[in-house]
């Protein structure tokens, strides 16, 4: 389960972002979590409640924010909807050459005390 070692970090990061702006406690934590970024966002939030525990996020709510897996085809200059990395453009049938967004794994915003 990776998910405890993704979590893990992103607490730790939080952590030093909070002491680095002088905050008291982090009271919210919004992820950025892509489609294809091999992340599931049922583990993380199972693996958050483990975390969390002891740290300044403590009793910080966790908020997941899904970004879709989007393509983008150069020829026809449109992005759409995918499901993985190889797909292909909806209009001219071309594999795609690009996945604008899906990948995201990251820490969003934070609020602070
Ligand atoms: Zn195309």
């Known amino acids: 389960m ?3 070692a993704l979590m893990t970090e992103a607490v730790r990061l939080a952590v030093e972002a909070a002491r680095a702006a002088g905050a008291q406690r982090v009271t919210a934590l919004r992820l950025r979590v892509g489609a294809l970024s091999g992340a599931a966002p049922e583990a993380m939030e199972f693996a958050w409640d483990v975390v969390r525990r ?4 403590a009793d910080a709510r966790l908020e997941i924010e899904r970004v879709p897996a989007v393509g983008w085809c150069p020829s026809c200059r449109v992005e759409f909807d995918t499901t993985g990395c190889w797909s292909e453009c909806p209009r001219c049938q071309e594999p795609a050459g690009e996945l604008r967004r899906g990948r995201e ?9």
């Open 2 to 4: 990776h998910e405890v």
């Open 105 to 113: 794994l990251e820490i969003a915003s934070m609020e602070l005390e």
């Open 54 to 57: 002891g740290t300044l996020l």
